[in-house]
């Protein structure tokens, strides 16, 4: 019984598919017809041009609602239950410069190397000379 049901709701989807692409072809080539005769266009040029304007106008649609949904997402993201108006508008600058500090802290690193000759072979293992190798920026 279930896919009898599923099968009679699959042939009215069909049948209302093609119904909506019938009527929207009509419309279509009507369009196109008034424009052949307003315009020096052929009736296939101006039910064309009728098309494309009309696939601009809902892809230009679609993105606006898109872009309008994901606006509304990112609101909603950012409202939070735990905000705290009280520190709305405090920024303590000690601990930004604090933060700054121990980043710049962070990047120095410190070697306890021996000087190597420029004449020795480099360290890296590649068999040349220390200037031709790793020496040669400095």
Not at 49 to 76: D, G, K, M, Y
Not at 84 to 89: H, I, M, Q
Not at 94 to 121: A, F, M, P, S
């Amino acid at each position: 019984m279930r896919n009898l049901a599923n099968g009679i709701f699959l042939v009215l989807l069909l049948i209302a598919l093609a119904i909506v692409v019938f009527v929207s072809t009509l419309i279509f080539v009507g369009i196109g017809y008034g424009l052949s005769c307003i315009l020096p266009l052929s009736l296939f040029q101006g039910a064309l041009l009728s098309i494309s304007t009309a696939f601009v106008l809902v892809l230009s649609i679609s993105a606006i609602a898109i872009a309008r949904l994901i606006s509304r997402q990112t609101e909603l993201e950012y409202m939070d239950d735990d905000y705290d108006e009280d520190l709305d508008g405090e920024f303590d600058d000690d601990d930004q410069d604090d933060d700054i500090e121990d980043l710049h802290n962070r990047h120095r690193v410190v070697e306890n190397t021996v000087k190597i000759g420029r004449n020795r072979l480099c360290p890296c293992g590649s068999g040349l000379k220390y200037k031709r190798c790793c020496g040669k920026d400095g």
